[in-house]
């Protein structure tokens, strides 16, 4: 009864089973964000974290639904600079670091005012040291008060996931990643997690940001693994034709493909992904020896 009453609402169009992103190679392939459940998506630092994360929300922003972010990472200002040096064609470093010729001035006012439209619709949590019960709560206000479709945490690592209560830490993330599964599922809304990889063990000399990521690649993993229905882990390939892209591995989809690769294309001066341009599995094929984890 309770599956038919799902169907027929979704049927009735009053309930949406996956959020598209925007972002057409991921859409294709996972569905878009899955509602109800938390997606995680990984990798080591500097390899694409935010800008996947910007791009999603921008893209949900700009289809007119109110989103919820949490900026714990970075200044909670970071994503309307960079959607104003997307849209500029003026690089973020340019934007924060160097005086403006007239007609830059004019192509940033431009943007800016595109870009308020829709960050009006984001609501942004940006305060350090927040525990998970926190995070919880809040999100749980944004769905409330705001009406926010999605719930967005960069990143799990910056939460204080109250560890002196629990004997080892990994069960204190598990304990912050349930808080926020619960919000997913008790609004039958996506919530998007992002989350650092430990460095790889060993002797290896390949750059971390470079290895193809595995299930066991999760900081905490445990808990991670565990609590995850739907995993990405994002890295860089060095094969030429690669280059200006982020690669996403599927490490973990409950109602899907998996262990799939895919490309999405870098929009370098503004550090978003963009909406078009992504490479199917057939285009990315493998990684080299020194990538494998």
Request: net charge neutral; charged share 25%; proline share 4%.
């Amino acid at each position: 009864g309770v599956l038919l009453d799902r169907l027929d609402a979704v049927a009735r169009g009053e309930r949406q089973v996956c959020l598209p992103t925007g972002i057409e190679v991921w859409d294709e392939l996972l569905g878009g964000l899955q509602a109800g459940v938390v997606t995680f998506i990984g990798a080591q630092p500097s390899v694409g974290k935010s800008a996947l994360v910007g791009a999603m929300v921008r893209n949900l922003a700009q289809a007119g639904h109110r989103v919820g972010l949490f900026s714990l990472e970075d200044s909670p200002d970071w994503l309307p600079e960079r959607a104003v040096a997307h849209d500029s064609g003026i690089p973020v470093k340019v934007l924060s670091t160097q005086r403006l010729y007239r007609e830059q001035m004019q192509a940033v006012g431009d943007a800016a005012t595109r870009a308020y439209e829709w960050a009006a619709r984001v609501v942004r949590e940006g305060r350090s040291g927040l525990t998970a019960r926190q995070v919880a709560a809040t999100a749980r206000q944004m769905v409330v008060q705001y009406g926010c479709r999605a719930i967005f945490l960069d990143h799990l690592g910056e939460l204080d996931v109250e560890a002196a209560q629990h004997d080892r830490h990994d069960l204190a993330v598990a304990n912050a990643v349930r808080m926020l599964r619960d919000v997913a599922k008790d609004f039958g809304i996506p919530v998007v997690v992002c989350a650092h990889f430990h460095r790889p063990r060993g002797n290896s000399d390949a750059e971390p940001r470079y290895m193809r990521p595995s299930s066991a690649s999760w900081a905490n993993s445990a808990g991670v693994e565990r609590m995850a229905r739907v995993a990405v882990g994002l890295w860089l390939s060095k094969d030429e034709a690669l280059q200006g892209y982020v690669i996403a591995t599927v490490l973990k989809q409950t109602k899907g493909d998996k262990d799939i690769d895919f490309a999405m294309r870098l929009h370098r001066p503004s550090g978003l992904i963009e909406k078009t341009g992504g490479r199917r599995p057939e285009d990315v094929r493998g990684h080299h020896e020194e990538s494998r984890p």
